[in-house]
């Protein structure tokens, strides 16, 4: 394309060490050429008296910065008094401060977004600080606008709360690390480069996808760089040396390359539900209440999936549950208060229905709850389900989807003492409520690389392509797109996303296969049915195998 890309700096907390920042600058323009730009994140000044007489020399033009340096606001209340004016201006020959938020845009078409400060927690904000306004007029104007693709750089001084999630951990404290509105920007700028400062070290995260894979289209990847304090004691990095091409000059296929360390995106599950999954994180998620702008919609009764019939899964195909059988013998409370979603028909899986046959159930969490698969292809085949009216897990909130993480292990190692693999397997098609079918297979009959191969063969063999995705991928597709979705023993996935006629029986099938457990005959759970005596005595045998690993008898 031909086109020069430019050389830019990137640089930590200052904090006055004026001198040592622009002599390093000069050893790497020596060796390396002149660089285009130096963009400073964190505390620039110092509020020390040699700091201050540092920067005297600067302002007054005895010395001058060998590169033009643009430097982001205050992010102390000591450091105030160094900028005149909120608006950002020219503080020294070649030295510009930014301002208080905004997007600056070079010649070269590069787009620079920044925020300078921190969160501000109390009203009116401190000037230091950034406010809920300050991100929504930055925000706005950008994606308001269609053909809006992201920006080429995000400065901010603090970190985006949970950027580590799925990637490679930093050496901070992460209880208390980051904020989530800096999160939120993030997501909704998608920035190439997203530098930030103010923890001390130096964190160069995995570079993440900014698109779900198989439901939205191929976007540019983004690299989130936390550089250290200059002169740290340590020797951390507080430097960072790149090459951007800017985003408008590139062609589409040059733009969206994947590289083959990328993660998926860290704020996705976090954006959507409005919360990060740490408890201890204050909620602060002001300014991405946009409306219509803003993505995947409420969780409201009105915005859940649509209703599709219910039929073919050996759960909830035209077998009610009855809800009187045998009830009073299962020792557990089934009526303790929880206002989860409500379904707006009869349903055979909400713990609350009439119709949901009790007699079946093994554990009852406070949002989940186990329970023994009806005509099971073993005696421990169970399925997990929430308790409120779920329809797939792409619906289902923080604490439900922890709570479903916790039966899934528990389930896990109660097969692993047993000396079983466990499969889990669900499908978001033709199902009204989400249902993880967890399957256990002896060790003794076939590895997981079998299993794997198993389902791999059987839906080529139906001309369907199961996709190997990474491990720590969060099943948080559109809630509309229905899927097919396997989790082996060793912790890999595989997704299907349905087209049409796709077999409802797939996943027992391929289960009851010669290959594996080797009984055919009972891929159709309509084949495998029981009375409701023998159907007791099994729930009653694995409530009690059960019982030592049963975290909510426990909480």
């Given at each position: 394309m031909g086109e020069k890309p430019l050389k830019i700096l990137a640089c930590g907390d200052v904090e006055g060490s004026i001198n040592a920042v622009f002599n390093r600058v000069r050893t790497i323009q020596k060796k390396s050429g002149q660089f285009d730009l130096l963009l400073c994140v964190g505390n620039f000044f110092g509020s020390s008296p040699g700091a201050q007489a540092e920067w005297q020399e600067y302002k007054s033009g005895a010395k001058k910065a060998p590169i033009h340096t643009y430097i982001l606001g205050a992010a102390s209340q000591e450091t105030l008094r160094f900028f005149p004016s909120a608006d950002g201006c020219e503080l020294a020959d070649n030295i510009t401060y930014l301002g208080r938020r905004g997007v600056f845009t070079g010649a070269s078409g590069l787009q620079i977004a920044y925020v300078s400060g921190r969160e501000g927690q109390q009203d009116p904000t401190p000037a230091?600080?950034?406010?809920?306004?300050?991100?929504?007029?930055?925000?706005?104007?950008?994606?308001?606008?269609?053909?809006?693709?992201?920006?080429?750089?995000?400065?901010?001084?603090?970190w985006p709360r949970g950027v580590w999630q799925y990637a490679n951990s930093p050496e901070v404290n992460t209880k208390f690390c980051g904020t989530t509105s800096i999160s939120h920007l993030a997501y909704k700028?998608?920035?190439?480069?997203?530098?930030?400062?103010?923890?001390?070290?130096?964190?160069?995260?995995?570079?993440?996808?900014?698109?779900?894979?198989?439901?939205?289209?191929?976007?540019?990847?983004?690299?989130?760089?936390?550089?250290?304090?200059?002169?740290?004691?340590?020797?951390?990095?507080y430097l960072y040396a790149f090459n951007i091409i800017p985003m408008k000059s590139m062609e589409a296929s040059e733009l969206v390359k994947q590289p083959q360390d990328v993660t998926e995106s860290p704020y996705n599950r976090m954006v959507r539900?409005?919360?990060?999954?740490?408890?201890?994180?204050?909620?602060?998620?002001?300014?991405?209440?946009?409306?219509?702008?803003?993505?995947?919609?409420?969780?409201?009764?009105?915005?859940?999936?649509?209703?599709?019939?219910?039929?073919?899964?050996?759960?909830?195909?035209?077998?009610?549950?009855?809800?009187?059988?045998?009830?009073?013998?299962?020792?557990?409370?089934?009526?303790?208060?929880?206002?989860?979603?409500?379904?707006?028909?009869?349903?055979?899986?909400?713990?609350?229905?009439?119709?949901?046959?009790?007699?079946?159930?093994?554990?009852?969490?406070?949002?989940?709850?186990?329970?023994?698969?009806?005509?099971?292809?073993?005696?421990?085949?169970?399925?997990?389900?929430?308790?409120?009216?779920?329809?797939?897990?792409?619906?289902?909130?923080?604490?439900?989807?922890?709570?479903?993480?916790?039966?899934?292990?528990?389930?896990?190692?109660?097969?692993?003492?047993?000396?079983?693999?466990?499969?889990?397997?669900?499908?978001?098609?033709?199902?009204?409520?989400?249902?993880?079918?967890?399957?256990?297979?002896?060790?003794?009959?076939?590895?997981?690389?079998?299993?794997?191969?198993?389902?791999?063969?059987?839906?080529?063999?139906?001309?369907?392509?199961l996709m190997e995705i990474p491990q720590h991928t969060d099943l948080k597709q559109d809630k509309w797109t229905p899927y097919f979705y396997v989790e082996l023993d060793s912790g890999e996935k595989l997704f299907y996303r349905i087209q049409k006629n796709f077999p409802l029986q797939f996943g027992r099938e391929v289960l009851a296969s010669e290959a594996l457990l080797n009984i055919p005959e009972r891929a159709d759970w309509?084949?495998?049915?029981q009375t409701p005596e023998e159907e007791e005595g099994l729930s009653k045998q694995l409530r009690n195998d059960f019982q030592p690993y049963d975290f909510a008898l426990e909480d």
């Amino acid at each position: 394309m031909g086109e020069k890309p430019l050389k830019i700096l990137a640089c930590g907390d200052v904090e006055g060490s004026i001198n040592a920042v622009f002599n390093r600058v000069r050893t790497i323009q020596k060796k390396s050429g002149q660089f285009d730009l130096l963009l400073c994140v964190g505390n620039f000044f110092g509020s020390s008296p040699g700091a201050q007489a540092e920067w005297q020399e600067y302002k007054s033009g005895a010395k001058k910065a060998p590169i033009h340096t643009y430097i982001l606001g205050a992010a102390s209340q000591e450091t105030l008094r160094f900028f005149p004016s909120a608006d950002g201006c020219e503080l020294a020959d070649n030295i510009t401060y930014l301002g208080r938020r905004g997007v600056f845009t070079g010649a070269s078409g590069l787009q620079i977004a920044y925020v300078s400060g921190r969160e501000g927690q109390q009203d009116p904000t401190p000037a230091h600080c950034f406010s809920p306004k300050d991100l929504t007029q930055l925000v706005e104007p950008l994606i308001s606008n269609n053909q809006f693709r992201g920006v080429d750089i995000l400065l901010t001084s603090q970190w985006p709360r949970g950027v580590w999630q799925y990637a490679n951990s930093p050496e901070v404290n992460t209880k208390f690390c980051g904020t989530t509105s800096i999160s939120h920007l993030a997501y909704k700028l998608k920035p190439r480069y997203h530098f930030a400062a103010v923890e001390g070290v130096h964190y160069e995260r995995l570079p993440y996808r900014n698109h779900v894979v198989l439901q939205e289209n191929t976007q540019h990847v983004s690299r989130f760089i936390a550089l250290a304090t200059v002169n740290n004691p340590e020797k951390r990095k507080y430097l960072y040396a790149f090459n951007i091409i800017p985003m408008k000059s590139m062609e589409a296929s040059e733009l969206v390359k994947q590289p083959q360390d990328v993660t998926e995106s860290p704020y996705n599950r976090m954006v959507r539900e409005n919360t990060l999954s740490d408890p201890t994180e204050p909620a602060s998620q002001f300014f991405f209440d946009l409306g219509k702008k803003q993505r995947g919609g409420g969780r409201g009764q009105g915005g859940r999936g649509r209703k599709r019939p219910s039929d073919g899964d050996g759960q909830n195909q035209g077998q009610p549950w009855d809800s009187d059988r045998q009830s009073q013998r299962l020792p557990l409370d089934l009526d303790r208060p929880k206002q989860p979603p409500q379904p707006s028909g009869p349903c055979w899986f909400c713990l609350a229905s009439p119709q949901v046959e009790k007699h079946l159930v093994i554990s009852i969490g406070t949002h989940c709850y186990l329970a023994l698969a009806k005509g099971s292809l073993t005696p421990q085949h169970v399925l997990v389900l929430p308790i409120g009216h779920y329809q797939s897990v792409v619906e289902l909130s923080s604490e439900v989807v922890k709570e479903l993480d916790r039966y899934k292990m528990a389930v896990r190692t109660f097969y692993k003492s047993k000396g079983q693999r466990c499969v889990l397997f669900e499908r978001n098609y033709h199902s009204q409520h989400l249902q993880i079918q967890v399957v256990p297979v002896p060790e003794d009959k076939c590895t997981t690389e079998d299993i794997k191969e198993a389902f791999m063969l059987q839906a080529q063999e139906q001309n369907m392509e199961l996709m190997e995705i990474p491990q720590h991928t969060d099943l948080k597709q559109d809630k509309w797109t229905p899927y097919f979705y396997v989790e082996l023993d060793s912790g890999e996935k595989l997704f299907y996303r349905i087209q049409k006629n796709f077999p409802l029986q797939f996943g027992r099938e391929v289960l009851a296969s010669e290959a594996l457990l080797n009984i055919p005959e009972r891929a159709d759970w309509r084949e495998c049915k029981q009375t409701p005596e023998e159907e007791e005595g099994l729930s009653k045998q694995l409530r009690n195998d059960f019982q030592p690993y049963d975290f909510a008898l426990e909480d």
